[in-house]
């Protein structure tokens, strides 16, 4: 049985803020905690957007770079005042001892964490469906619908894997929210919802105390509504932490920030006439399926116009070995039975963990077998290896991770890539499956082509950010993703904002 939904809500904020950034005069921040209304309340009942709230967030210090914000952590990330589920039943008594290193981070920085954000089961999904709290409704609503009552709005479907952590910045619930990103669960949400959504380079975000799903993919990201504020709490939780096996070493922290300077000196060199001159951006035509909406190309067509406009060079470029990241999942074994999972796995197995995740664990434990080992899992590692080369060899700016990262530049290279982040608009969330969950009118091929946007990305390990360009057809948000070298998150950050003007 289905544990029954938390619905309490007790801190909400969305507060007024600003941001000085590059030459502009430095100006304090206005953050305000808006009590719990009977609104809010309900709102969240609606969005299903938190399923554990906290009653009295509290703060380390009030004098810290990130105080009085609001943030909500999705529920894979521990936290010792709030349990952390994973939205899964397996979990759904558990209670950290102790709070994740980026949670620890934010606390001290003087951030107020109201509660944990609803998501797929252990971060497996693509629309925040697979939940035994329930879907996540995405809290966005059309110009033409903005006067319906909540309840008789049309359900979109909010995103996945972190469509908690998007839903409740989009609904003001507070002003940023921490998620994770395998291959796009950030991303995808950020798109679906409007707002703005940062996977930073892998290793830069301490994952000591994040639930994992895949090590070598998974990053702590950030959602909020501005550029600017995601920037401020990624400035405060890009340490390195000794914990975290997979943290990025110090000395390769240097060397990306002192490639980051120089290549923000010349790409905007000609900032003071407001020229984007010195950079280069490269359009991958590997990233326009046939599936992709045609209102989708319109918008990011609109970006690359301005872009060019203002001084850009627009470069298309190929990245040829995308077409087989998709193809890095492993299909079931001839005769092997799905529907009885417990045939593999013992009951608390099957009665645990929901559809998806058993599935997941079967095909993953299926790849690592004496018969699919060759096949399927040294086969990805080559394909990943493949990926990593197609990036580097499109960027202008050396990768760190290669021994000799200055033999491998092209001179005819890119700062960044510039593609749609998602193939459509959100799906619906039009029905109920036979176990009592709901399901999107996202087709199944849907669902696993949307995975071609973000997941290259996530195999290379490089910052990708999603900024909101405008709105489909059916008046609903759409996403643009910037990607970068390794290490080049503030140069992604500085394209985003230049985008984000833009719209």
Not at 293 to 316: F, K, N, Y
Not at 391 to 408: A, G, I, K, Y
Not at 464 to 479: I, K, M, R
Request: net charge positive; aromatic share 6%.
């Amino acid at each position: 049985m289905r544990p029954p939904l938390r619905r309490q809500v007790c801190v909400l904020g969305p507060s007024t803020r600003y941001l000085a950034s590059g030459n502009a005069p430095n100006i304090i921040s206005h953050r305000r905690i808006i009590s719990t209304t009977q609104d809010t309340q309900h709102l969240n009942t609606t969005v299903n957007a938190l399923v554990h709230v906290s009653k009295t967030p509290r703060t380390s210090r009030h004098d810290g770079a990130l105080n009085g914000m609001t943030l909500a952590i999705k529920d894979n990330i521990c936290t010792a005042s709030l349990p952390t589920t994973c939205a899964s039943a397996m979990l759904a008594e558990y209670t950290s001892p102790f709070d994740a290193t980026t949670v620890g981070l934010l606390r001290h920085a003087g951030a107020q964490i109201i509660g944990k954000a609803n998501c797929d089961e252990f971060g497996m999904g693509s629309l925040n469906v697979n939940s035994i709290h329930g879907p996540v409704v995405n809290p966005y609503q059309p110009a033409h619908a903005r006067d319906v009552p909540w309840t008789d709005r049309e359900r979109r479907s909010a995103g996945g894997s972190s469509g908690g952590s998007a839903a409740s910045v989009a609904a003001g619930m507070c002003t940023a929210a921490l998620g994770t990103d395998t291959g796009g669960s950030v991303r995808l949400p950020a798109s679906y919802c409007g707002i703005v959504g940062l996977k930073p380079s892998y290793g830069l975000i301490s994952r000591w105390g994040v639930i994992s799903f895949a090590d070598s993919l998974d990053c702590v990201g950030v959602l909020s509504k501005s550029v600017d504020t995601v920037k401020e709490v990624f400035d405060v939780i890009s340490v390195y932490d000794v914990r975290d096996p997979t943290a990025a070493s110090p000395e390769l922290r240097k060397m990306a920030s002192s490639i980051v300077g120089s290549c923000l000196t010349q790409v905007f060199s000609s900032v003071r006439t407001n020229g984007l001159g010195g950079l280069r951006i490269g359009i991958p035509q590997e990233y326009f399926p046939l599936e992709l909406d045609s209102s989708i190309t319109s918008s990011l067509r609109t970006i690359i116009r301005s872009l060019r406009d203002a001084g850009a060079s627009i470069r298309p470029v190929s990245l040829p070995a995308m077409q087989y990241a998709l193809s890095l999942r492993v299909p079931p074994p001839s005769g092997a039975s799905r529907s009885k999972p417990s045939n593999v796995y013992a009951h608390s197995r099957s009665a645990g963990f929901g559809r998806e995740v058993q599935k997941r664990i079967l095909l993953g434990t299926y790849a690592l077998t004496a018969d699919a080992f060759d096949n399927y899992f040294l086969q990805a590692q080559r394909v990943r290896a493949r990926i990593k080369a197609d990036f580097n060899s499109v960027f202008r700016h050396p990768c760190v991770h290669l021994t000799h990262p200055e033999s491998f530049v092209p001179p005819d290279g890119v700062d960044v890539l510039l593609h749609p982040s998602a193939i459509r608009t959100a799906p619906r969330l039009a029905g109920k499956q036979d176990d009592g969950g709901e399901w999107c009118d996202a087709s199944s091929t849907d669902e696993y082509l949307q995975d071609v946007m973000t997941v290259p990305a996530s195999l290379a390990g490089l910052p990708a950010l999603t900024v909101p360009v405008g709105l489909g057809e059916d008046g609903w948000p759409v996403g643009v993703s910037i990607v970068g070298q390794w290490g080049m998150d503030e140069l992604v950050l500085r394209i985003g904002r230049v985008v984000e003007g833009i719209r």
